[in-house]
Structures are given as C-alpha cells and as structure tokens.
C-alpha cells in the first residue's frame, strides 16, 4: 500500500510547535510500536503506511547505544 496522504508542510509543523492552530497534528514516532507489538501484529501494522511521519528526527551521537544493551535495534 503506497503513501495516501503527503507530510505535512514545515510551516505547518512550526505553527504546531508554536501552537498556532496546524492544520492538524504532527505524526512524530507515530509508528513506534513498542516491544513486542509489532511481532504480535505483523502484517496488519501495513495498513499505517500510507500515514507519513511529518518530522524526521535527526539523532547526534550523544549515546553509545551499544553500551545500553537495548532490547531493539537501532539503524
């Protein structure tokens, strides 16, 4: 299933985080299922495709992530 709807626009996004009445909410990490959801649901998780995320996150290397031994992994 292809994308549906487009992300929203930045200036939509700033005026969410200004809170100046966005045309709707920012979908940030919408799509983060948790531990052991998405193994639990699978295919049917497929159906929240075609919702962008509207905010990339942009992570700098603050953390060792392999030193925190988490139960997930991250690219």
Known sequence: MATEFAPLPRVEVVRAV?????S?????????????????????LKR????????????????DYERMHLPWELD
């Not at 709707?24 to 295919?43: I, T």
């Open 18 to 22: 200004e809170h100046r009445c966005p």
């Open 24 to 44: 709707r909410v920012p979908l940030v990490m919408a799509k983060w299922w948790g531990e052991g959801f998405e193994s639990l649901h699978g295919e049917s």
């Open 48 to 63: 929240f495709d075609r919702y962008p995320e509207d905010v990339g996150m942009a992570l700098i290397n603050p953390l």
